[in-house]
T-cell receptor, first 117, second 113 residues
Framework: GAGVSQSPRYKVAKRGQDVALRCDPI?????LFWYQQALGQGPEFLTY????????KSGLPSDRFFAERPEGSVSTLKIQRTQQEDSAVYLC???????????????FGPGTRLTVT | KQEVTQIPAALSVPEGENLVLNCSFT??????LQWFRQDPGKGLTSLLL?????REQTSGRLNASLDKSSGRSTLYIAASQPGDSATYLC????????????FGTGTLLAVQP
């Protein structure tokens, strides 16, 4: 596929369960981003990877949230001991890292809708 | 801290009308600004990206302008169609190493046939 893919598309978890959300970026894209979108809101930044290095995790809301990208391609966002306030759509985006003058355009996946009951 | 605001929050227009969506941001030190479209239950589709050095970008019936000094952008949609119904989001990319996007809350557009 040519685009960013995410799985699962929908996830229902009982409060206290751990979940893992997967993102497959566009092949060759160095940068990978995770965003959280609450109902009726715009997406909010969670974390950023350049290859396998997590360069910014300032948006992660608590230490229950953990992201990794061990081989610089696929990324997993893990949420431990889920709470109702974690219910949201989790979006993944990827982009090329180019030199000065590049567009840094981000391409988004369809998202994973997480519902915590 | 950068904040992005979109007005109006919702808009309903009859088919064929031209319309303007507004986006404002508080910190003019941006690298670029993007307009996205989001359909219900779907991800984001990039419509237009304007670099900080540019004033506008056009794609088909869409035209986006950027006035960085005043912290404003507009998205102009000509001859609206029912298929244009969606939520429109603007996002700015600030400077620094992360290149994260900061989004507004969106404008929900309904084009009535």
């Amino acid at each position: 596929g040519a685009g960013v893919s995410q799985s699962p598309r929908y996830k229902v978890a009982k409060r206290g369960q751990d979940v893992a959300l997967r993102c497959d970026p566009i092949s060759g894209h160095v940068s990978l981003f995770w965003y959280q979108q609450a109902l009726g809101q715009g997406p909010e930044f969670l974390t950023y990877f350049q290859n396998e290095a997590q360069l910014d995790k300032s948006g992660l809301p608590s230490d229950r949230f953990f992201a990794e990208r061990p081989e610089g391609s696929v990324s997993t966002l893990k949420i431990q001991r889920t709470q109702q306030e974690d219910s949201a759509v989790y979006l993944c985006a990827s982009s090329l890292v180019v030199g000065t003058g590049g567009s840094y355009e981000q391409y988004f996946g369809p998202g994973t809708r997480l519902t915590v009951t | 801290k950068q904040e992005v605001t979109q007005i109006p929050a919702a808009l309903s227009v009859p088919e064929g009308e031209n319309l303007v969506l507004n986006c404002s941001f508080t910190d003019s030190a941006i690298y670029n600004l993007q307009w996205f479209r989001q359909d219900p239950g779907k991800g984001l589709t990039s419509l237009l990206l304007i670099q900080s050095s540019q004033r506008e970008q056009t794609s088909g019936r869409l035209n986006a302008s950027l006035d960085k000094s005043s912290g404003r952008s507009t998205l102009y949609i000509a001859a609206s169609q029912p298929g244009d119904s969606a939520t429109y989001l603007c996002a700015v990319m600030g400077g620094g190493a992360t290149n994260k996007l900061i989004f507004g809350t969106g404008t929900l557009l309904a084009v009535q046939p």
